[in-house]
């Protein structure tokens, strides 16, 4: 999965993947200081038992390949259901 981040220098970015059945992903990367980047990635807010996936990093660029690879995680999570 890629997202469709927004381009430019904004201190917020974010954006929503979802897979072919409808369950959606959102992610947002944003900026802490000159060489910190937050990124976060959280399933569709209805979803049960909310987990929500963050790390630091020191590029944007690498924020929004963390928060891709999260939400990837996520998914394959979800697609294997309750243990």
């Known amino acids: 999965m890629i ?12 954006t929503t993947l979802w897979n072919h059945t409808g369950r ?7 900026r802490l200081a000159p060489d910190k980047w937050e990124w976060l990635a959280w399933r569709e807010a209805d979803a049960m038992g909310q987990v929500v996936q963050r790390g630091v990093t020191s590029s944007s660029d690498t924020a929004m390949v963390a ?3 999260a939400v990837a995680t ?10």
């Open 67 to 69: 928060a891709e690879d």
């Open 74 to 83: 996520l998914e394959i999570v979800a697609a294997a259901g309750p243990a």
């Open 3 to 14: 997202g469709n981040w927004s381009i430019g220098n904004d201190p917020l970015l974010s």
């Open 24 to 30: 959606r992903y959102h992610m947002t990367v944003e």
